[in-house]
């Protein structure tokens, strides 16, 4: 039965943010990956996420969002990937800067690649 199963989060260490940081996300990725393993055997998807949420001490909502994500990262949603929200953040953040050294010199950037 779902309250049984074997499941076994590591705790986040309190050494440094880039630790915690990787350890986050491994937990997340675990906990993704459990859920999409054991989501048939609950009544609902919502069911397995709140069954599966509580073991390492995140919320449910929380992991409802982690699986929709790798769900569209994976294909199976539709939406831009991570990766390409990567892209698109910093495609924004290149264009603002432009903007501003524009702004503030009255020249225009333009890069050479």
Do not use: C, N, Y
């Amino acid at each position: 039965m779902p309250d049984q199963l074997p499941l076994v989060f590591p705790l986040l260490p309190h050494s440094s943010a880039v630790s915690r940081w990787i350890r986050a996300k491994e937990v997340r990725e675990r906990a993704v990956r459990v859920v999409f393993e054991h989501e048939r055997e609950h009544p609902s998807s919502w069911a397995a996420i709140t069954s599966i949420a509580t073991r390492p001490g995140i919320t449910p909502e929380t992991l409802r969002k982690w699986i929709r994500r790798a769900g569209t990262d994976q294909g199976l949603r539709p939406g831009l990937t991570s990766t390409e929200r990567e892209r698109l953040k910093a495609s924004e953040h290149s264009t603002e800067a432009a903007a501003v050294h524009l702004k503030f010199t009255g020249r225009l950037i333009v890069r050479q690649d």
